[in-house]
T-cell receptor
Framework: EAEVAQSPRYKITEKSQAVAFWCDPI?????LYWYRQILGQGPELLVQ????????DSQLPKDRFSAERLKGVDSTLKIQPAELGDSAMYLC???????????????FGPGTRLTVL | DQQVKQNSPSLSVQEGRISILNCDYT??????FLWYKKYPAEGPTFLIS?????DKNEDGRFTVFLNKSAKHLSLHIVPSQPGDSAVYFC???????????FGAGTQVVVTP
């Protein structure tokens, strides 16, 4: 069964350092999402791509976060510099995108657990 | 501004009994709703969904009910099994580019 791949699974860093997370969506999925999940809360969308284009990054803290999906396949989310409040689970999801994302089932990867010290 | 709310952080149920999880939303523009299940150290797994044009959708042991006038949906699991012990997230989306709003989750524990 096809899955969304993410790496690393765990990352510990010190504040002010740079970190990067990688996501490989299910093959053929046009829509890719990055979510942040703080302990005790539900996932919150950071950025959504349709192919290589950003369609929603309204909740992305753009002063320190960046995301790219250069060839419309895999994606990288970067934080620079990391702050203590960035400690969370970072989840990647993908969907087929055949209807522009609306109503498409989103399939999630295992996530990257980030701890900022 | 939390538009999707799961007011019960935890639920304990005996194996074989019914589990009922509740979810309320405030945005009347939401037109489809989903439930995800999450085990520790894993990403959420899609469970079941419902469109706003329906009031019920069933898939095996899982049934989702939607009450649009009350802006409320519920997930019924019958019968509950030990493998159902997980965190369950309610999510809602609008007629746009697929952005989902998630609730905070309900931890379900199924006891033998």
């Amino acid at each position: 069964e096809a899955e969304v791949a993410q790496s690393p699974r765990y990352k510990i860093t010190e504040k002010s350092q740079a970190v990067a997370f990688w996501c490989d969506p299910i093959s053929g999925h046009a829509t890719l999402y990055w979510y942040r999940q703080i302990l005790g809360q539900g996932p919150e969308l950071l950025v959504q791509f349709q192919d290589e284009s950003v369609v929603d990054d309204s909740q992305l803290p753009k002063d320190r976060f960046s995301a790219e999906r250069l060839k419309g396949v895999d994606s990288t989310l970067k934080i620079q510099p990391a702050e203590l409040g960035d400690s969370a689970m970072y989840l990647c999801a993908s969907s087929s995108g055949t209807s522009g994302g609306r109503g498409d089932t989103q399939y999630f990867g295992p996530g990257t657990r980030l701890t900022v010290l | 501004d939390q538009q999707v709310k799961q007011n019960s952080p935890s639920l304990s149920v005996q194996e074989g009994r019914i589990s009922i999880l509740n979810c309320d939303y405030t945005n009347s523009m939401f037109d489809y709703f989903l439930w995800y299940k999450k085990y520790p150290a894993e990403g959420p797994t899609f469970l079941i969904s419902i469109s706003s044009i329906k009031d019920k959708n069933e898939d095996g042991r899982f049934t989702v009910f939607l009450n649009k006038s009350a802006k409320h949906l519920s997930l019924h699991i019958v019968p509950s099994q030990p493998g159902d012990s997980a965190v369950y997230f309610c999510a809602a989306g609008t007629d746009s580019w697929g952005k989902l709003q998630f609730g905070a989750g309900t931890q379900v524990v199924v006891t033998p």
